[in-house]
């Protein structure tokens, strides 16, 4: 499921450069993730990186964008289609 940053984020700027997939950007008034590119960190990182660093816990899953973690890893295939996967503790399904 991709994530989605609500409108109690305060633009701190800190979630964007830590995003792996380059899926976090200035929206017109917060930021916004692109549930094209966001695969939950999935095949870089254990956890979400953007939901770890942000100050006012303001990005949960989004329930318009339902992905399991196959289809996340499938879109990191597409994002990085020359890099290997990262997963600690295997594939969770
Ligand atoms: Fe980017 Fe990961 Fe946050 Fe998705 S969960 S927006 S991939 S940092
Ligand atoms: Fe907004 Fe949280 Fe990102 Fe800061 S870390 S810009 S509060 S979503």
Do not use: S, W
């Not at 380059?22 to 929206?27: C, D, L, S």
């Amino acid at each position: 499921m991709a994530l989605i940053i609500t409108d109690e984020c305060i633009n701190c700027d800190v979630c964007e450069p830590e995003c792996p997939n380059g899926a976090i950007a200035m929206g017109e008034e917060i930021y916004e993730i692109d549930p094209l590119k966001c695969t939950e960190c999935v095949g870089h990182f254990d956890e979400p990186q953007c939901v770890v660093v942000c100050p006012v816990d303001c990005i949960p899953k989004d329930p318009e964008h339902p992905e399991n973690q196959q289809q996340l890893l499938g879109k990191f295939f597409r994002l990085h289609p020359d890099k290997t996967p990262y997963l600690q503790g295997g594939l969770k399904t």
